[in-house]
């Protein structure tokens, strides 16, 4: 079994190198939750992810089926057939990982980035886990997102020891593919995956609750560090979700004691306000 170790902290603050998970849809949007946190982070790495999903190469796509097999050639029906084509090529990404290397590139026309904007390397390895379809009123069955999350992991496992033995890094007792979750063990090569890091995946709107998917998790091979913002609440979970958090990936929250202080501080105020007011009407009823 996989240890999976939690901890209150910011996702984004893992060592360089290290591995940062999170569950994904297969349609290529990063617009809720942490996932927007993580492409405001990372829009290189949100542009690789979002091609991967909607530019599929032909050598990827599914075989067609036999209704698809006949010959058309007005324009509704190639469009028919290359939406039809998209969405059997999305499905097939439910269950698989993409794992997206450290980048240090010229990113053209990121929207709300600006064209030609120069990303310095974000020293972070993303694992997309395709856990559902799609997402809000479109997202897979809890038991599904879950069958998905043991596929997606065994297939991270599998990346992440092929990179190993390729780059000469210390295959045993590695964090990332270990089971036990630890740091520090082990000497990875220069740019090799590191330990892993993820966020309570599948929480909120994907509906699965985090004990449920972190049972899966302790039944695969990869030990991962699970790290939660400092309060519940707030918009912090994975793609379309709720989660926890201030709307980041664990980034922190306000606190239960920062509210408490404003809100002393607006009853000050409002005191303060009707005093002045008494103190008119008292004037006034003198005059």
């Known amino acids: 079994?996989?240890?999976?170790?939690?901890?209150?902290?910011?996702?984004?603050?893992?060592?360089?190198?290290?591995?940062?998970?999170?569950?994904?849809n297969a349609r290529g949007s990063w617009a809720a939750g942490v996932a927007l946190a993580f492409r405001k982070k990372y829009p290189a790495a949100y542009k690789i992810y979002h091609d991967h999903c909607t530019t599929p190469l032909p050598t990827n796509l599914p075989p067609p089926s036999s209704s698809s097999t006949?010959?058309?050639?007005?324009?509704?029906?190639?469009?028919?057939?290359?939406?039809?084509?998209?969405?059997?090529?999305?499905?097939?990404?439910?269950?698989?990982?993409?794992?997206?290397?450290?980048s240090e590139r010229k990113v053209e026309g990121l929207e709300g980035e600006g064209e030609g904007r120069q990303e310095q390397r974000q020293g972070h390895w993303i694992a997309c886990l395709f856990t559902s379809a799609g997402y809000g009123r479109s997202v897979s069955k809890p038991e599904v997102i879950l069958e998905n999350t043991?596929?997606?992991?065994?297939?991270?496992?599998?990346?992440?020891?092929?990179?190993?033995?390729?780059?000469?890094?210390?295959?045993?007792?590695?964090?990332?593919?270990?089971?036990?979750g630890e740091e520090g063990k082990g000497e990875l090569g220069e740019g090799l995956p590191g330990e892993c890091w993820a966020v309570r995946i599948n929480s909120g709107l994907f509906g699965v609750p985090w004990g449920e998917t972190k049972k899966v998790l302790e039944g695969g091979g990869v030990g991962m560090c699970v790290v939660r913002p400092g309060m519940e609440g707030g918009g912090g979970g994975e793609e379309?979700?709720?989660?926890?958090?201030?709307?980041?990936?664990?980034?922190?929250?306000k606190g239960p004691e920062e509210k408490g202080e404003k809100k002393r501080a607006a009853?000050?105020?409002?005191?303060?306000?009707?005093?002045?007011k008494k103190r008119r009407l008292d004037a006034w009823l003198e005059e």
Request: net charge negative; with cysteine; glycine share 16%.
């Open 70 to 102: 006949s010959t058309t050639n007005t324009p509704k029906d190639q469009a028919t057939n290359a939406k039809a084509k998209l969405a059997a090529y999305q499905s097939s990404l439910v269950g698989t990982t993409l794992l997206i290397p450290p």
């Open 150 to 180: 043991r596929l997606a992991v065994e297939d991270l496992g599998r990346q992440v020891k092929a990179l190993r033995e390729r780059g000469g890094g210390d295959e045993e007792g590695q964090d990332a593919v270990g089971e036990d």
């Open 267 to 276: 009853l000050v105020v409002a005191g303060l306000e009707n005093r002045r």
């Open 1 to 24: 079994m996989a240890i999976i170790t939690e901890r209150i902290g910011d996702i984004f603050s893992a060592p360089p190198n290290s591995i940062l998970i999170h569950a994904c």
């Open 240 to 253: 379309g979700e709720k989660g926890e958090g201030g709307g980041g990936g664990g980034i922190e929250g």
